[in-house]
């Protein structure tokens, strides 16, 4: 199936084109990130969207290397991840628990499970469902800034969460993701990626692909 966006002119510099350059870099230079990029990088993940615009974010800048060296550590409880400690620059996703009645709004996208959620303690519930504060979103703002300024970075999501909590002294936050930051010390090839009509389908689950009448 022809892609249709090969029928428009892309401009060199598009957002496609950067995504086409993008992996996740676990080998970095000493290259320090300019201060400016830093700012550029943060308020683009400001920007973001967030669900009733609560922004229940805040975003922690770590730039100590004796800082980045106890976070590589927290984040190697399921395997080494020592190639942490070399990034200039990492990026503490957390998010504020937030106590209103949207929190109902959550519960009742799953009516069959609504009884068992319910009775979930607070703190659990919101620990598992941590996502839902959609820090992932200005993560990934902050992500592809990045990228246009020749930064690549990684995602790290298996890392002791608490310990990480307690590194960087948040309170009535919880850290939900780190982001590792650096210039590449070589170029890599990207990963290749499915095929859009492999991850598409079109008003039903069953028409693969995407279709226009």
């Given amino acids: 199936m ?5 029928k428009i002119e892309v401009p060199a510099n598009s957002l ?23 700012h550029y990088m943060l308020e683009c993940g400001r920007l973001s969207a967030s669900g009733g615009n609560h922004q229940p974010w805040k975003f922690g800048v770590i730039t100590d290397p004796n800082l980045i060296e106890e976070i590589t550590v927290a984040a190697s409880i399921n395997f080494c991840q020592k190639w942490i400690a070399k990034a200039p620059l ?5 998010t504020q628990l937030v106590d209103s009645p949207s929190s109902e709004i959550w519960l009742k996208r799953f009516p069959s499970k609504l009884k068992e959620m319910q009775e979930i303690d607070k703190e659990l519930f919101s620990a598992i469902s941590m996502e839902e504060h959609q820090t992932k979103i200005p993560g990934e703002h902050m992500v592809l800034a990045a990228l246009e300024h020749g930064i690549y970075s990684t995602w790290i999501s298996s890392v002791d969460c608490e310990r990480v909590g307690e590194l960087i002294g948040i309170k009535d936050y919880l850290v939900t993701n780190v982001l590792a930051f650096g210039y590449p010390k070589e170029s890599k090839e990207p990963t290749p990626k499915k095929a859009l009509v492999d991850i598409t389908f079109t008003n039903h689950f069953s028409k693969e692909g995407v279709y226009f009448s």
């Fill in 90 to 94: 990492l990026i503490v996703l957390c």
């Fill in 2 to 6: 022809c892609c249709m966006y090969e």
């Fill in 16 to 38: 496609l084109e950067l995504l086409k350059l993008r992996y996740s870099c676990r080998d970095f230079s000493a290259k320090p990130i300019p201060h400016e990029i830093v």
